[in-house]
């Protein structure tokens, strides 16, 4: 059974930054990739980034600012989030690959069929 786990969402002022975290557990799937989305009241889920073993890649919206990392040894996805923006404010989702069939992109990750059940990061002006 595959478990995702975020946490590390918060309140800050616009330029801070953040440290969102994911943790994982029971996804062994061979075609690995894994990544993060967010959803703001009203608005489409938006991918921001994805990782595939040592390829990532991020939504022009992020790019500069945000890093997605992974520590293997604690089964453990990241999100660092820097130069953070009042439009940056959103429900942030870990999400993991479920099929092949699907591409490894940002634009993906919200239809990913593994998922967490979101951490809130909230930026204010």
């Known amino acids: 059974q595959v478990q995702l786990v975020e946490s590390g969402g918060g309140s800050v002022q616009a330029g801070g930054s953040l440290t969102l975290s994911c943790r994982f557990s029971?996804?062994?799937?061979?075609?690995?990739?894994m990544g993060w989305f967010r959803q703001a009241p009203g608005k489409e889920r938006e991918g921001v980034a994805i990782?595939?073993?040592?390829?990532?890649n991020y939504a022009d919206s992020v790019k500069g600012r945000f890093t997605i990392s992974k520590d293997n040894a604690k089964n453990t996805l990241y999100l660092q989030l820097n130069s953070l923006k009042p439009e940056d404010t959103a429900m942030y989702y870990c999400a993991a690959r479920h099929t092949s069939l699907m591409p490894c992109t940002t634009r993906a990750v919200p239809y990913f069929g593994y998922r967490g059940q979101g951490t809130q990061v909230t930026v204010s002006s």
């Open positions: 990782d595939s073993d040592g390829m990532s």
């Open positions: 029971g996804y062994t799937y061979s075609s690995y990739c």
